[in-house]
């Protein structure tokens, strides 16, 4: 089996959908877990028609404090409703007919690929990563068929903290591998 790498500007797309309703409610950001969370921030007197639109099945990120949080704050937006996010954030697509959304936001949940975007941070106080920089990262690709396989049994790990121990106690270095912990 030929596996390859591929560049991440190969297959992200930016998304530049705004709001365009100037006091939504349901404004998300994303925590430290790669999920995304209301809001903390109090929204009364702010103008979110500048504020970006998150379609289903596409990513927000918000690559201004990777140096300082040591994380890609990156969430994949699983709903079937469009999600509200800073004007800070980019918002991207996948080309699905090249990676799978749900593979990719596998391999960005990975304590490896946290490590290296910190890695390719600028020198400023925050530690940004620029867009450009991001697409220069390159990415395994295995075929669709395995994509989804290896982000289906991601998923099933991740979701269920009993099958997660019993996968552990079986191979702990299966686990450890796919949910991206150094073993």
């Given at each position: 089996m030929e596996i390859k790498k591929i560049k991440i500007g190969s297959f992200a797309n930016l998304i530049s959908k705004k709001c365009n309703v100037p006091d939504a409610k349901n404004v998300y950001g994303i925590d430290i877990n790669k999920q995304f969370i209301a809001t903390k921030a109090n929204m009364s007197e702010i103008d979110t028609s500048r504020y970006n639109v998150v379609p289903p099945d596409s990513f927000a990120a918000n690559f201004m404090h990777i140096?300082?949080?040591?994380?890609?704050?990156?969430?994949?937006?699983?709903?079937?409703?469009?999600?509200?996010?800073?004007?800070?954030?980019?918002?991207?697509?996948?080309?699905?007919?090249?990676?799978?959304?749900?593979?990719?936001?596998?391999?960005?949940?990975?304590?490896?690929?946290?490590?290296?975007?910190?890695?390719?941070?600028?020198?400023?106080?925050?530690?940004?990563?620029?867009?450009?920089?991001?697409?220069?990262?390159?990415?395994?690709?295995?075929?669709?068929?395995?994509?989804?396989?290896?982000a289906d049994v991601y998923n099933a790990i991740t979701r269920n903290a009993n099958l997660r121990a019993r996968a552990s106690n079986i191979c702990p270095v299966l686990v450890k591998g796919a949910l991206g912990d150094s073993p």
């Open positions: 140096g300082r949080d040591e994380i890609i704050p990156v969430a994949l937006n699983s709903t079937v409703y469009d999600l509200i996010v800073s004007p800070a954030y980019f918002v991207f697509e996948v080309t699905k007919s090249i990676i799978l959304s749900k593979y990719f936001y596998m391999i960005m949940s990975s304590s490896e690929f946290d490590r290296y975007a910190w890695f390719c941070t600028d020198s400023s106080v925050r530690g940004n990563l620029d867009w450009d920089r991001f697409c220069e990262i390159e990415v395994t690709l295995p075929s669709i068929p395995v994509q989804e396989k290896y």
